[in-house]
């Protein structure tokens, strides 16, 4: 099996930068579950959205438009962990964060693709 914690979140002003990790456990990332590894969100009242995702390789990555030029995805497969930097923070951004990983090694915009889901971690960003 596959088990993804999220860590890093919190309340922060808007402009602010945060970077979100999501440690993967399994034997070695990229040989099952999470060769690919996405991050969505959920704020309140809304449904859970694509926000970023990134291939085993590192090679692919995918992006909300929303989110552009202001988050990057990275991850080290020898450490187990995929990041999100999220810099420019804005109150829209305020949402519980989810990583979520699949085995096929194309990344996706879908949640219905992915097979792995971690608990989320609360992101606030304040006006």
């Known amino acids: 099996q596959v088990q993804l914690v999220e860590s890093g979140g919190g309340l922060v002003q808007a402009g602010d930068s945060l970077r979100l990790s999501c440690a993967v456990s399994?034997?070695?990332?990229?040989?099952?579950?999470?060769?690919?590894v996405g991050w969505f969100r959920q704020a309140p009242g809304k449904e859970r959205e694509f926000v970023a995702a990134?291939?085993?390789?590192?090679?692919?990555?995918l992006y909300q438009d929303s989110v552009k030029g202001r988050f990057t995805i990275s991850r080290d497969n020898a450490k187990n962990t995929v990041w999100l930097q999220m810099n420019s923070l804005k109150p829209e951004d305020t949402a519980v964060y989810f990583c979520a990983g699949r085995p096929s090694y194309t990344p996706t915009v879908t949640m219905a693709d992915y097979d792995y889901w971690g608990q989320g971690t609360q992101v606030t960003v304040s006006s």
């Open positions: 990134i291939s085993r390789d590192g090679y692919i990555n």
């Open positions: 399994e034997r070695t990332v990229g040989t099952h579950g999470a060769n690919t």
